[in-house]
């Protein structure tokens, strides 16, 4: 079954911790990208990858690293989370020229 | 101005009606559209893309495109309780490269 697979699904950290949400997909999709969903706001891009060691900043990249080791894999880095960061994050996959049509099934991150 | 943009809502309409959800974008050459079903708390489902002004029809959906009035709508017709969810709007503009751009969408209710 083609998927996204995005863990954890709920996360409580405190602030400055460092955690990672990873992301994997087994479609052999070349694009992959993370999203950020606050209300009132939608969906904003963090951060893309069109391939292997291909990654670049979204709209609001600030405070948030990736990294593209494999074609299936795209984690999520917070190195010093903050408050600011508390939201719903997806992770998506799809063809280059195509929309995105996989999601993950979202990480609910809360940083106290 | 933002890239996309729709009504928030709510839009309640009663069962077995035509629900219309409406979205305006800024960037004149866009050539890619898409609907987005989203439950809450659920990732983001895609229901329709468009292309080519006109009607697209899939069941009982209908999306309509206007470029020169850079407008694109959903309708739902037969409306039942389980529509009842948020839809995004999102385009892929050509000057964005292969960045999708969502709108905040709408949350639509669907009364029994």
């Known amino acids: 079954e083609a998927q996204v697979t995005q863990n954890p699904r709920y996360l409580i950290t405190v602030t400055g911790k460092k955690l990672t949400v990873t992301c994997s997909q087994n479609?052999?999709?070349?694009?992959m990208s993370w999203y950020r969903q606050d209300p009132g706001l939608g969906l904003r891009q963090i951060y893309y990858?069109?391939?292997?060691?291909?990654?670049d900043k979204g709209d609001v990249p600030e405070g948030y690293k990736v990294s593209r080791k494999e074609k299936r894999n795209f984690p999520l880095i917070l190195e010093s989370p903050s408050p600011n960061q508390t939201s719903l994050y997806f992770c998506?996959?799809?063809?280059?020229?195509?929309?995105?049509?996989?999601f993950g099934q979202g990480t609910r991150l809360t940083v106290v | 101005q933002k890239e996309v943009e729709q009504n928030s809502g709510p839009l309640s309409v009663p069962e077995g009606a035509i629900a219309s959800l409406n979205c305006t974008y800024s960037?004149?050459?866009?050539?890619?559209f898409f609907w987005y079903r989203q439950y809450s708390g659920k990732s983001p489902e895609l229901i329709m893309s468009?292309?080519?002004?006109g009607d697209k029809e899939d069941g009982r959906f209908t999306a309509q495109l206007n470029k020169a009035s850079q407008y694109v709508s959903l309708l739902i017709r037969d409306s039942q309780p389980s529509d009842s969810a948020t839809y995004l709007c999102?385009?892929?503009?050509?000057?964005?490269?292969?960045?999708?751009?969502f709108g905040a969408g709408t949350r639509l209710f669907v009364k029994a």
């Open positions: 998506a996959s799809r063809q280059v020229e195509g929309p995105e049509a996989f």
């Open positions: 479609m052999n999709h070349e694009y």
């Open positions: 990858s069109m391939n292997v060691e291909v990654t």
């Open positions: 960037d004149r050459v866009s050539q890619s």
């Open positions: 468009i292309y080519s002004n």
């Open positions: 999102a385009v892929l503009p050509v000057t964005r490269g292969f960045k999708t751009i």
